[in-house]
């Protein structure tokens, strides 16, 4: 199955694009990159290779060794471009997160946008994950209409968890935990119709991660084809829920 995950030029999240990428992959599964135009080669944000503060709040080491393997891929290389994306021809859709300020690129495209609602139309599986979710909030159902959020049962980025990282690194890193001035849970809950049932922010981490092997610390919402996830910690359960949405969902969006 061919699985559709738009990315910004560069700044987004090492893991929430890394490991579903390598589970999905793994399961036999395409996944076709998309940038604003066809033939960028993206790049994550470096901070998260490096470490955000003091080598530390970076992704894990098996993510970045994921990322290492996707920077080699002839997939990585030939992206295509936002507008020229036929999504019907898609069996799946993910749309990652990142915080730093190239994300706006991707966050605040109106062109992805709308091709995300022609996908979310088709009623075949969707993944967002952490500031991915914002995308969503901005895509609507039809021209003028609602978030395509707006009935669903959804998590993202939680605001405890944006403030704290940014109120620990603004010293140093001045606005890099903060993609706008709005926190990503409150845009999130603007576009839903009933925030105070439809949003889920999970149990409240500020560091443990859910793994490979542990999902102790990880939440993902499902509602009906969405799928949704707080930040990367979140990664391992996310793509292994997508992955089992995806086999499950019998889309015929591959076929000829």
Request: glycine content about 10%; some cysteine.
């Amino acid at each position: 199955m061919r699985v559709l995950m738009p990315v910004p030029d560069r700044d987004f999240d090492v893991t929430e694009v890394a490991v579903p990428w390598r589970i999905l992959t793994a399961a036999g599964h395409q996944v076709v990159f998309a940038t604003e135009r066809a033939g960028t080669s993206p790049a994550a944000d470096p901070l998260l290779l490096t470490g955000v503060l003091f080598g530390q709040l970076g992704a894990e080491k098996e993510p970045r060794d994921f990322y290492d393997e996707l920077t080699r891929s002839r997939e990585f290389a030939a992206t295509v471009g936002w507008a020229d994306m036929k999504v019907d021809e898609f069996d799946g859709l993910i749309l990652p997160g990142g915080h730093a300020q190239g994300m706006r690129q991707y966050l605040g495209s109106e062109v992805l946008h709308q091709q995300v609602g022609r996908f979310w139309a088709l009623d075949r599986p969707v993944g967002a994950i952490c500031h991915g979710v914002l995308v969503l909030a901005r895509s609507r159902a039809g021209v003028g209409g609602r978030s395509v959020l707006a009935d669903r049962r959804t998590t993202c980025l939680p605001k405890y968890m944006e403030r704290s990282a940014y109120l620990t690194t603004a010293w140093r890193l001045g606005r890099y935990y903060r993609t706008y001035p709005a926190y990503v849970e409150d845009e999130v809950k603007a576009a839903l119709d009933d925030p105070g049932t439809l949003f889920e922010r999970g149990p409240r981490v500020l560091t443990a991660r859910g793994t490979a092997t542990d999902d102790s610390h990880a939440y993902v919402v499902q509602d009906r084809n969405y799928l949704s996830a707080r930040w990367p910690g979140d990664a391992y359960l996310f793509g292994r829920r997508f992955l089992e949405l995806l086999e499950a969902s019998g889309s015929a969006g591959s076929q000829p």
